[in-house]
């Protein structure tokens, strides 16, 4: 199926031309860039947030990107069933606009973790995981940042809804503390809302879908998210 | 004209790394008895109006919708009358 994918452009993004490269080179969709400042959709079927960090990431990761005009669209949209899937930053945005529970704070140890790491796929109905060839894909991540934190209730609705999508993992799938490398509360790398249209992950899928760069399991988030989109 | 001091705090089941390394500092420097450090954030401001009431309830509405995000940070707000500048 041919989609349109709108990526955001906020100013300090830094992974829209990596998403936009893969959408409309490797996969084929129509794809276009949304500016910050805009308030137009474009009639786009999908948006991205992509990764980078908006507005220096200033007062929190994604504060003030939330107030931007396109993201009063990017909300409404949302709200109406529209599919919205950030990543790193975008994901970061997503929390703070309230699209998304919980919120994504200060790595555990404090460091920037820019390495490529495994997740696992938890949730096998999901748009964005229902189609995957192997439940553990190799991606990487790049934050300083990403450590998941929701209170306790939040955590059991998330596990309850089956909105808990990837969690760190090791290469074969095994879940444990050893293999979480931000703190994220239960390994949780990235989770949907309770409507199962709003997407958010800290690890970067758009860095890993290009067999040039050595790695393409990130190809297959894509790939189930178009095999699976109902228009 | 009120100016307003808010301090935006991480809640206290939250892990706060920053706090953490300030700690361990304080234990390399030779000091013994400083425990439980958290680092907060101070946001200072000037807010336009003549009672307090309004002010404080605009500063509150600040908080919730940008200096905090209320999954994981408190806030607190004291306000100061000052002279018209």
Not at chain 1, 17 to 28: F, M, P, Q, T
Not at chain 1, 118 to 127: F, K, P, Q, R
Request: proline share 3%.
């Amino acid at each position: 199926m041919k989609l349109k994918f709108g990526v955001v452009v906020f100013p300090g993004s830094n992974c829209d031309h990596d998403s936009y490269h893969v959408l409309k080179h490797e996969l084929n969709q129509e794809t276009v860039y949304l500016w910050h400042k805009d308030t137009d959709l474009q009639n786009c079927d999908a948006i991205i947030l992509p990764g980078g960090f908006s507005y220096g990431d200033y007062i929190r990761t994604g504060a003030v990107a939330k107030l931007s005009p396109i993201m009063n669209s990017v909300i409404d949209f949302a709200n109406k069933g529209g599919i919205v899937f950030g990543i790193c930053n975008g994901f970061q945005i997503l929390t703070e606009s309230g699209l998304l529970p919980g919120a994504l704070i200060k790595n555990k140890n404090l460091k920037f973790v820019c390495k490529d790491i495994y997740i696992t796929a938890v949730n096998e109905d999901s748009l964005l995981t229902k189609s995957l060839d192997h439940k553990t894909l190799l991606t990487p991540i790049a934050h300083g940042e990403g450590n998941y934190f929701t209170d306790e209730e939040t955590l059991n609705s998330l596990k309850k809804n089956n909105q808990v999508l990837f969690r760190y993992s090791s290469s074969k799938g095994e879940i444990s503390d050893t293999y979480n490398p931000n703190g994220s509360i239960e390994n949780i790398a990235g989770i949907m809302n309770k409507n199962g249209n709003v997407f958010g992950m800290m690890p970067h899928p758009e860095r890993s879908s290009d067999g040039l760069l050595g790695k393409t399991d990130g190809l297959q988030i894509f790939n189930s998210l178009l095999k699976n989109f109902i228009k | 004209m009120y100016k307003a001091k808010v301090i935006v705090k991480r809640k206290k089941s939250i892990l706060d790394p920053q706090g953490k390394a300030a700690e361990h500092g304080a234990i390399l420097l030779g000091f013994k008895n400083i425990t439980n450090v958290r680092i907060d954030k101070q946001v200072e401001f000037l807010v336009n109006v003549s009672d307090e009431e309004t002010a404080k309830q605009e500063v509150s509405e600040f908080c919730t919708k940008l200096l905090s995000n209320p999954s994981m940070e408190d806030f607190e707000i004291m306000l100061d009358k000052v002279d018209e500048a």
